[in-house]
């Protein structure tokens, strides 16, 4: 489903990437490990097309995605959900809103809206939490709604990147569950993590990088490092 052909990015004489190339398939749990600076969220930026490679191509299904005109990019991009380490939610909305402005933001009606959002917070285990603004929410509960926005519009492809950052081990194993869920709902999923733990507890395939090359790929999850 998703194919790195030797991909490099190359940042003022710094090679972020230095010849990358794996496949993904489709339902596959992948997670990206790394020290500090080893080139993973560059690898994600190269999936959601925000940055060029310097060289090499990069896939979705048969699509060279740097091919595509910008519409198409678009449309692909919505394909993939993306959660960051800092929830990025907005404040001045409730859990609800936040997610029903993906919704509106990609063009869904009143009633699928309605519909949906409800079916996204109960599936990260918040329906309760609803109509709380992020300040009256943890920092687990925050990340739970930021997950809930990134799958509302049933992406193919969920990318994490150090989602667990800013979290206790408790709130930890809670977003690690939930991912999981996802990923058994039928959602690739794409997870960096500096986090022993969470790999350990995954024990899906691990992807270790390091000075942007891949060094290790192991079917089922060991953090070495
Ligand atoms: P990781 O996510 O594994 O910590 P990054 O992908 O963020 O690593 O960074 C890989 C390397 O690329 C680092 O040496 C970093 O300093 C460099 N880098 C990342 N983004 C930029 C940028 N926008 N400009 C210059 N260098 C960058």
Redesign the pocket.
């Known amino acids: 489903m998703l194919h790195f052909d030797k991909v490099y990015k190359k940042?003022?004489g710094?090679m972020?990437l230095d010849g990358i190339s794996f496949r993904v398939s489709p339902r596959e749990f992948v997670s990206v490990v790394?020290?500090?600076?080893?080139?993973?969220?560059?690898?994600l930026k190269m999936l959601l097309a925000e940055e060029r490679p310097t060289d090499g191509s990069v896939f979705f299904e048969q699509t060279d995605i740097y091919n595509l005109p910008s519409r198409e990019m678009n449309a692909l991009r919505r394909r993939i959900g993306v959660v960051f380490q800092d929830y990025r939610l907005l404040q001045n909305r409730t859990a609800y809103e936040n997610i029903a402005f993906a919704m509106e933001a990609s063009g869904k009606s009143d009633d699928e809206i309605a519909a949906d959002v409800p079916h996204a917070l109960e599936l990260v285990d918040l329906g309760e939490k609803m109509w709380n603004f992020p300040h009256e929410l943890s920092g687990g509960e925050k990340q739970r709604v930021a997950i809930a926005r990134a799958i509302v519009n049933q992406p193919d492809v969920l990318i994490a990147d150090e989602p667990t950052g800013n979290l206790d081990p408790m709130n930890t194993y809670d977003i690690v569950q939930i991912l999981k869920r996802i990923n058994d709902l039928g959602t690739t999923v794409m997870l960096?993590t500096h986090n022993k733990g969470v790999i350990d507890s995954l024990g899906r395939r691990v992807i270790t990088?390091e000075h942007?090359k891949i060094v290790r790929d192991d079917p089922e999850g060991r953090y070495v490092l």
């Open positions: 940042y003022n710094c972020a790394g020290h500090s600076g080893a080139g993973k969220t560059t690898l960096t990088m942007g």
